[in-house]
């Protein structure tokens, strides 16, 4: 499936780039990531490379794909250009001129799917915190004290199989 999903997104992504961008593209390169699960997509300057997250296709499918790639491929436009490329205000002119979106934020995509709390942690008094990644820092428990306080250090129990 991933050669033909790849194959999927350079055709989209060559297709834009000629109908949507004057062929300006043809050095950004298009890539799909397993890993990516915090945002739809990314674009990447220094490697001229626009990453889409995998698990965001699978959850909403080609048409929203499409969508953030355009969004991506805004970015590297304006990259290319020269031109500052962040959410800026010709960002948002050029958004709204290619898709007649106004914004740039989907508020009921922004998170692919919610991951279950997975790391289980204790205090020395028995208050049990669920997380959805594992701490590397020394934490201590909110219940007990507001602030940091090693007395009521979090030990990390294990993983909880969800």
């Avoid at 999927?8 to 043809?26: A, D, P, T, W, Y």
């Avoid at 669920?130 to 934490?139: G, Q, S």
Wanted: glycine content about 4%; some cysteine; aromatic content about 12%.
């Amino acid at each position: 499936m991933s050669n033909t999903r790849e194959t999927i997104l350079e055709n989209l992504f060559g297709e834009l780039n000629n109908q949507m961008f004057e062929r300006r593209l043809s050095m950004v390169s298009v890539e799909f990531s397993e890993r990516m699960t915090s945002a739809a997509g990314r674009y990447f300057p220094q490697r001229k490379l626009i990453r889409l997250s995998a698990p965001y296709l699978r959850l909403h499918g080609w048409d929203k794909c499409r969508n953030t790639l355009i969004h991506e491929m805004i970015h590297a436009d304006l990259h290319v250009r020269r031109k500052p490329y962040g959410h800026t205000p010709e960002f948002k002119h050029c958004l709204k001129k290619l898709t007649g979106e106004k914004s740039i934020y989907h508020h009921d995509d922004m998170r692919p799917y919610d991951r279950p709390y997975r790391h289980v942690y204790t205090c020395p008094r028995g208050h049990k915190y669920y997380r959805k990644n594992r701490t590397r820092r020394k934490t201590s428990c909110g219940q007990c004290d507001k602030t940091y306080n090693p007395r009521y250090l979090l030990k990390y129990i294990g993983r909880e199989n969800v």
